[in-house]
């Protein structure tokens, strides 16, 4: 299965970091899933 470097971070640190091979981050019109390939994101 293919992955991709995924970051979590905060104002103050790194608060994740490992290869993952989807995310799903959860939003206010529902729930958004990231593949690998993906367009980069930053919110």
């Not at 970091?17 to 690998?36: Q, T």
Request: glycine share 6%.
């Amino acid at each position: 299965m293919e992955t991709f470097p995924f970051t979590l971070v905060s104002p103050e640190k790194i608060l994740l970091e490992r290869e993952v091979s989807m995310v799903v981050i959860p939003g206010l019109k529902g729930d958004m899933g990231v593949l690998p390939n993906h367009a980069p994101l930053l919110t």
